[in-house]
């Protein structure tokens, strides 16, 4: 690699950072457009980084490049959520009972249990942005311990639309104990080796998370910004 496509993947990196940000920040709400000369000046870079940045997005769902017009944000409506929950709850499950099939040791599962640890942390000091961070991370080495190359591609897709759903009702949402309790049952069931209780316990969790989510979103009628 030269140095100087070594800069130019650091900068997309950045752009991609700084784009994501100020998306789920609000800074750039849904349906509002940005040139991208004008998300390159705000970055302080040039425009080739700020579209390749828009360009790993827009796989993503987060934004649409249009002609003439730059980067557009999407919205997600309740249906999309309905959409996205359905195939993460299937392909999540799936990875759950592979997982299980792995006959991993105590050591390949310390990543699983620690963010379980640190969610019941959260809970206790009342903190719910460091609660979602290590829920995040549960789900995401979840489904990198059922060892499937296309499902985490698929997830990791959706993975930034299911954030801004929760950073946009987290505070709305019952105190998620019951969440937490889902989450060491499905990490027992793994490191027992019980694939089919791994894929049941994790698909109703997944059913509860959705059905919590979309009335919420449906309760006050929001958009994801």
């Known amino acids: ?3 100087t496509t070594a800069k130019t993947l650091s ?12 998306i789920f920040r609000g800074e750039l709400p849904a349906g509002s457009d940005h040139l991208e000369a004008e998300l390159a ?6 425009r080739t980084p700020v579209r390749e940045a828009a360009l790993i997005l827009e796989s993503q769902g987060l934004v649409e490049l ?8 999407l919205p997600v409506s309740s249906d999309d959520m ?8 299937e392909l999540e ?9 792995q006959s991993y040791a105590a050591k390949d599962l310390q990543q699983l249990e620690a963010a379980i640890n640190d969610m019941d942390r959260a809970i ?3 903190d719910l942005e460091a609660w979602a961070d290590a829920d995040d991370r549960f789900h995401t080495e979840l489904v990198r311990l059922g060892n499937n190359s296309r499902i985490e591609t698929i997830v990791a897709m959706m993975r930034d639309q299911v954030r801004r759903a929760r950073a946009l009702t987290l505070f709305m949402r019952p105190l998620p104990t019951q969440s937490n309790e889902d989450h060491r049952l499905v ?3 793994i490191k027992n080796g019980d694939p089919a209780a791994a894929h049941d316990i994790h698909k109703i969790h997944r059913q509860k998370a959705k059905t919590m989510l979309l009335a919420l979103l449906e309760k006050h009628r929001l958009t994801l910004i």
């Open 187 to 189: 990490f027992e069931a």
């Open 82 to 89: 309905r959409e996205i929950y359905d195939v993460l709850t």
């Open 93 to 101: 499950s799936l990875a759950a009972g592979q997982a299980a099939q």
């Open 1 to 3: 690699m030269t140095e």
């Open 66 to 73: 249009r002609p003439r017009k730059g980067v557009r944000v």
């Open 41 to 46: 000046q705000r970055f302080g870079m040039s």
């Open 124 to 126: 206790a000091s009342d």
């Open 11 to 22: 900068s997309t990196q950045r752009a991609v950072h700084e784009l994501r940000g100020l």
